[in-house]
């Protein structure tokens, strides 16, 4: 499965067309390597993910082709998530 479809099936971004963007800047990794949109991802693959200050790696755990909302937790499995800069402990 594409990795953008993934990502969009599994809710962790909104649309296809953002999770196309941000692999296309080069902000999705897979297993380590950088991935493009249309880059295939499959179970036990480790995805990265950078979203401005934040960088969360997740664990694809199986794949669907049609996910109802409460389902789209069961496709993936938080491993990680990073800030760069905490600004919630600043005052």
Do not use: C, H, P, W
Not at 64 to 75: G, H, M
Request: hydrophobic share 35%; no cysteine.
């Amino acid at each position: 499965m594409r990795i953008d479809k993934f990502l969009k099936l599994s809710r962790i971004i909104k649309r296809r067309t953002v999770a196309k963007e941000l692999a296309d800047q080069g902000r999705i990794s897979i297993n380590g390597k950088v991935a493009k949109s249309s880059a295939n991802v499959g179970t036990n693959d480790e995805v990265e993910i950078r979203f401005g200050n934040k960088t969360s790696t997740f664990k694809v755990l199986k794949l669907q082709d049609i996910v109802k909302k409460d389902e789209a937790q069961d496709l993936y499995e938080v491993v990680s998530e990073e800030y760069q800069r905490d600004y919630n402990s600043e005052v």
